[in-house]
């Protein structure tokens, strides 16, 4: 068979994959580099050129979609390799999340459906409505994650797309270890005054005598929850407020304080997923069913940053070894 016209079919076939209006250029290029090429294997084989040598040739250039794609005009990257990683664990965790949260609720809250008699109150009934409910409605959170992807990847494209000169970022140190007193003050107010409105909450009626009726008995805690769980976050909230006073004092988080936060926050998240497993909080069934929801949310966020101190308590001491 002729080489010239296997160089053709395959000038051909690669052309074909790409838009008409670059098809002339690429096939005179790429024709053009073919010869060369050919014509050189031909030399250094002391032979004129043949059929044999043109498919060596050709099966050494690529598959005709491959050459294609390395003419083809670039367009923009969605997710960076480099982020593939980190957008697998954002959106399959929160996934994760969502089921640790809403599963336990739905088996151990109320019923979650009326007018459904047989099985409505058995472990599979209760596995049915949540696989059916906030089972697969978890899967709205990877759809707003690539949606979010999508929109950012659009605007980097467009500012990439602007020629502006390239600049250093100038060096900046960053200690991430330093805290801001005010906002320490503040927030330890916060949560001293919002203790103080939970410890109270058995009293309501006295001290809120102005909510409406239904507002108190709606807020009426589970006299065993008050009896035997309860107490514990009384030594919690000590222990968390001597922790911060003592970071308030010394201005910055050092790497036995952070420590001591990674195990006051397991602490904290045990209590909490304890309260909302263990029985009713509240004696409203509907109060108690969201509390508890709130609370598993609570937990996990606190066992979070349990990880996020302990691993910074990590990084803390291997670059300062003075703030052990």
């Known amino acids: 068979?002729?080489?010239?016209?296997?160089?053709?079919?395959?000038?051909?076939?690669?052309?074909?994959?790409?838009?008409?209006?670059?098809?002339?250029?690429?096939?005179?290029?790429?024709r053009s580099l073919l010869d060369d090429e050919l014509g050189g294997r031909a030399a250094d084989a002391g032979r004129p050129a043949d059929s044999a040598l043109a498919m060596e040739l050709l099966t050494a250039f690529g598959a005709p979609q491959d050459v294609a794609d390395r003419y083809r005009p670039a367009g923009f990257t969605i997710i960076r390799p480099s982020d593939a990683p980190r957008f697998t664990w954002i959106a399959l965790g929160g996934v994760?999340?969502?089921?640790?949260?809403?599963?336990?609720?739905?088996?151990?809250?109320?019923?979650?459906?009326?007018?459904?008699?047989?099985?409505?109150?058995?472990?599979?009934?209760r596995l049915t409505v949540w696989w059916l409910g906030p089972g697969i409605g978890a899967l709205w959170w990877p759809g707003v994650v690539i949606t979010y992807t999508l929109i950012g990847a659009l605007v980097d494209h467009r500012r990439e797309s602007r020629q502006t000169a390239w600049a250093p970022a100038p060096p900046r140190t960053i200690d991430r270890d330093l805290i801001s007193?005010?906002?320490?003050?503040?927030?330890?107010?916060?949560?001293?005054?919002?203790?103080?409105?939970?410890?109270?909450?058995?009293?309501?009626?006295?001290?809120?005598?102005?909510?409406?009726?239904?507002?108190?008995?709606?807020?009426?805690?589970?006299?065993?929850?008050?009896?035997?769980?309860a107490p514990w976050i009384i030594p919690y909230w000590a222990a968390e407020l001597v922790l911060y006073v003592l970071v308030l004092i010394a201005?910055?988080?050092?790497?036995?304080?952070?420590?001591?936060?990674?195990?006051l926050s397991l602490a904290g998240a045990t209590l909490l997923l304890w309260w909302s497993l263990a029985g009713p909080v509240f004696v409203s069934p509907a109060t108690d069913t969201t509390a508890r929801l709130i609370l598993a949310t609570l937990a996990a966020c606190i066992a979070t940053d349990a990880v996020i101190a302990y691993r910074r308590s990590r990084s803390t001491s291997r670059r300062t070894p003075s703030l052990v």
């Open 1 to 30: 068979m002729d080489p010239n016209a296997i160089i053709d079919s395959y000038v051909a076939d690669v052309v074909r994959h790409l838009p008409r209006r670059q098809r002339a250029d690429v096939a005179s290029e790429l």
């Open 96 to 125: 994760g999340l969502i089921w640790a949260i809403t599963l336990p609720a739905i088996m151990l809250g109320v019923i979650p459906v009326t007018g459904w008699d047989y099985g409505a109150d058995t472990w599979w009934g």
């Open 181 to 229: 007193r005010p906002g320490t003050i503040a927030a330890i107010a916060a949560a001293t005054v919002g203790a103080t409105i939970v410890i109270a909450l058995p009293w309501l009626a006295s001290w809120a005598h102005w909510l409406p009726e239904p507002a108190i008995q709606a807020l009426a805690l589970d006299p065993e929850f008050l009896q035997w769980r």
């Open 251 to 263: 201005g910055r988080w050092t790497v036995s304080t952070l420590r001591a936060r990674a195990v």
